[in-house]
């Protein structure tokens, strides 16, 4: 609700009045996004997969003293038919309010992507082809003749490098004299002449036969060196053998790698905390400020805030890039092609994978991202069981309680264990959106299952150390901003609530209190349903707010240390039960207030919101209730 | 119907085929397949199939796209 997804990165300027407008339009996949990026300085979030871009995005960059809006529409491989997207993008370009139409092609695949050219040149006249990912040519041994190509075109063509940064500078000056007029640009007649068949399948095989022409005059040479081995690749990870068991390894290492350094970073970050603290201390009372204005500020906001910074933030800001660089590299379309069979049988698709893996980093994205999924009704299941995959706000708190419960003696084997206890749980949450999307699809949801199409593009290599300090960038940039957004209010209310005493109890023991029978039954207790009640604002601050009531916001020196959280946890009595029941509960609860408010805003209906936040909330109580029955018979 | 015309999900892996016709009743899916190349003429030859199940992946006008086989049982192909 403070950084929605929109605006990840709120140091942009905004401008109220431009002097030019260019859009951008392309098949999906073809480093579009990276192109506006580079022009407006904006950090949409790229992938190597198809679809990423899903609404129009908006910036602006000044060339020559002039101030040009760029607006982003998101991949379509047509300008002819009905999903939602692509008639957004051809109504903007037929409306002719750009200045400019911009075509970002992929140079390594020119036949497929001149449907789309020719599609455009048929309705505008304002356009400038743009080639992009120029460098994989040179690796390919591919010659494309440019100014043939204009030639055949009858538009400017530039050639770009968007991963690389290269091109842009002449993209922007070619963009200011096509606007300008000084360029020459004319009507190829054979282009128009294709148009003139009317019948959709002679059309279409018209426009590729006049693709096929072009292509063959403008490239020289066709070598397949990358192909063979991307080939070789592909038949390992979707193999019968080692396709799935090689996407849980993925997995498992990405969980290890994330705890075993948000351990340590989790230490030193806690440590200087500390250290910050006492620091303030000292300053508060050499400036005699009241005891219990001092309380408040530390204990209660300072201490919520910095427990979540130095617990919640490490796991998320490796995780993030990580998974980046994953997604970089174009594995993610492989495990929506892998799984699609699945997902046939429970009646939904196999790009609902994808919504799940965007649903890691932040249930709201991947709610977002059920936009890439064609049909209502498939989007709808996949909206309502996208908050199944636990987000970076609650895999902390899982790692969190994980590590307590695992203690051998070799931190690798605890590490090792922690990440396979939380690859099992995810896989339990994966089931479970398994067998609710049939269920779904078999009852609120029933029809025939539909068509599915994905495209599985060329691996990449990924730019490691630029995911990296980019991801970790925006988002531990995000993330802290959150944590104060979030964090620091959360911690000023629990205070006042333990320390506004009505008759002797705290404001927030009655309410613990009154939540204790609910709580027994599930196996928990007042003080943990209310932290998930306050959580839904945000569910990083769930456990913050758990060790806030029972330590009555007292300062704690080794706050955040999990040793520390262990004691306070046993002292109040949690049990391995409770534990259990507390993870169950983490994993299937409503979604957070930023994720209900997105599925409505995409959903527009009110009772598929109710229905998203019922609904895994219906699942953990149960859950727990089994739980603690089964528990209460075996002790 | 020529001898040597198959439908889609027939065709084996690594083999060769041009595309015949399209017999889909989506018109979202028709106008998707004709969008990634799906003419009349078009080369297409089948990769590698999933690790569960029966979707595959072809090679298209310089594209991988995964169908399923649902969808390749209505397209005809001629094997060349």
């Known amino acids: ?635 | 119907m020529n001898d040597k015309e198959i439908t889609l999900d027939k065709l084996k892996i690594g083999e060769l085929s041009k595309i015949s016709h399209i017999d889909i009743d989506s018109k979202k899916m028709y106008n998707r397949l004709l969008d990634l190349g799906f003419v009349k003429g078009s080369t297409i030859r089948a990769l590698f199939k999933c690790a569960i199940g029966n979707t595959v992946a072809y090679l298209i006008k310089g594209t991988v796209v995964g169908l399923r086989s649902t969808d390749t049982k209505r397209i005809y192909v001629d094997i060349v």
């Open chain 1, 1 to 635: 609700m403070f950084l929605s997804y929109k605006n990840k990165n709120v140091l942009h300027k905004s401008y109220d009045t431009y002097d030019y407008e260019i859009s951008l339009i392309g098949n999906p996949n073809v480093g579009k996004s990276s192109i506006f990026n580079c022009l407006t300085g904006l950090k949409q979030h790229t992938g190597n997969w198809s679809g990423k871009t899903v609404e129009n995005a908006i910036g602006y960059y000044e060339y020559n003293n002039k101030v040009v809006k760029a607006v982003d529409l998101p991949g379509t491989y047509s300008l002819r038919y009905d999903s939602k997207e692509e008639i957004e993008a051809c109504e903007y370009i037929k409306n002719g309010k750009s200045d400019c139409i911009i075509i970002v092609a992929d140079a390594t695949n020119l036949e497929r992507n001149l449907n789309l050219i020719l599609q455009v040149l048929s309705i505008s006249k304002k356009v400038i082809l743009c080639l992009n990912m120029i460098d994989e040519i040179k690796k390919n041994n591919i010659a494309i003749d440019i100014d043939e190509l204009s030639l055949q075109l009858g538009i400017p063509v530039v050639c770009t490098s968007a991963r690389n940064n290269e091109g842009l500078r002449q993209l922007r000056a070619v963009i200011e004299k096509f606007i300008n007029g000084e360029i020459q640009i004319y009507e190829v007649d054979s282009i128009k002449r294709v148009f003139h068949e009317k019948d959709v399948e002679k059309q279409a095989e018209n426009i590729f036969k006049k693709c096929s022409d072009i292509y063959k005059l403008c490239v020289k040479t066709e070598a397949e060196t990358n192909f063979t081995r991307n080939l070789k690749i592909d038949k390992i990870l979707t193999s019968k053998k080692f396709g799935i068991p090689i996407m849980c390894l993925f997995l498992l290492l990405l969980f290890w790698i994330t705890i075993f350094g948000a351990n340590y970073i989790s230490e030193w970050l806690s440590v200087g905390f500390k250290y910050i603290s006492k620091i303030l201390l000292e300053l508060f009372s050499l400036i005699n400020l009241n005891e219990y204005v001092i309380s408040f500020l530390i204990d209660g906001v300072y201490n919520t805030l910095t427990w979540v910074i130095a617990v919640m933030l490490p796991p998320m800001a490796i995780f993030f890039p990580l998974f980046s660089i994953m997604e970089d590299i174009g594995y993610l379309p492989r495990i929506a092609f892998n799984l699609d069979s699945g997902f046939q049988k429970c009646g939904t698709n196999g790009k609902q994978a994808l919504t799940m893996a965007m649903g890691f980093g932040c249930n709201a994205c991947g709610v977002v991202g059920c936009r890439i999924i064609n049909t209502e009704r498939e989007r709808n299941i996949a909206m309502l069981t996208n908050n199944f995959i636990p987000c970076n706000g609650r895999l902390p708190s899982l790692i969190a309680i994980l590590t307590i419960l695992i203690s051998t003696s070799s931190i690798i084997l605890n590490t090792a264990l922690t990440a396979v206890s939380l690859l099992l749980i995810v896989l339990i949450s994966v089931l479970v959106t398994f067998i609710v999307s049939k269920v779904l699809s078999l009852t609120i949801y029933k029809s025939k299952s539909s068509s599915f199409v994905i495209e599985l593009p060329p691996y990449r290599k990924p730019k490691i150390l630029r995911s990296i300090v980019y991801a970790m960038k925006d988002r531990a940039l995000s993330i802290l901003l959150r944590a104060i957004a979030v964090a620091a209010p959360t911690g000023a209310i629990i205070w006042l609530l333990v320390n506004i005493k009505v008759s002797g109890i705290s404001l927030l023991q009655y309410c613990t209190t009154f939540f204790d029978p609910i709580g027994n039954i599930l196996g928990l207790d007042g003080v943990i349903i209310t932290a998930f009640l306050l959580g839904f604002t945000a569910n990083e601050t769930v456990i913050p707010v758990i060790l806030m009531s029972y330590t009555s916001a007292l300062t704690l020196t080794e706050y955040s240390s999990y040793t520390a959280l262990e004691s306070i946890l046993t002292q109040n009595g949690w049990t391995l039960t409770t534990a259990i029941c507390f993870m169950i509960l983490v994993i299937f609860h409503y979604p957070c207030s930023t994720t209900c408010l997105t599925i409505k805003k995409e959903s527009g209906s009110n009772l598929l919101t109710f229905v998203s936040m019922i609904l895994p909330t219906a699942i953990g109580i149960c859950l727990c209730l089994l739980v603690n029955i089964i528990s209460t018979y075996i002790v």
